[in-house]
């Protein structure tokens, strides 16, 4: 499995951004999508989750602002994120579970990791 993430960047406070992360080498729809994140303060925390049926979990500091959806016919997860907030600044990594975690699971849950995308909040 390879996960291929984009979409960050810099944006102000209040702004949106979109990421997406495509999956290639299996089968997309087989596999429960997560996105996470970390900075150099603290460890890589869930950030959301969605099924494979497309049940979604967020955490509960982005609850309402962000949006988590997959494209099974595109291969692709994405995480749309809107009223971005300082704290939101972070690398952001798309991941997923072989055994099926989605719902708020740990990191060490997660088999196959993308490289990050940084996603820069500003004032």
């Known amino acids: 499995v390879q996960l291929q993430a984009s979409g960050g960047g810099l944006v102000q406070a209040g702004g949106s951004l979109r990421l997406s992360c495509a999956l290639s080498?299996?089968?997309?729809?087989?596999?429960?999508m997560n996105w996470f994140r970390q900075t150099p303060e603290k460890d890589r925390e869930f950030v959301a989750g969605?099924?494979?049926?497309?049940?979604?979990a967020y955490a509960d500091s982005v609850k309402g602002r962000f949006t988590i959806s997959r494209d099974n016919a595109k291969n692709t997860v994405s995480l749309q994120m809107n009223s971005l907030k300082l704290e939101d600044t972070a690398v952001y990594y798309c991941?997923?579970?072989?055994?099926?975690?989605?719902?708020?699971?740990?990191?060490?849950?997660?088999?196959?990791w993308g490289k990050g995308t940084q996603v820069t909040v500003s004032s």
């Open positions: 991941a997923t579970s072989s055994t099926g975690s989605w719902n708020k699971a740990p990191p060490d849950a997660m088999d196959y």
């Open positions: 969605i099924s494979r049926l497309g049940n979604t």
């Open positions: 080498g299996r089968t997309f729809n087989f596999y429960p």
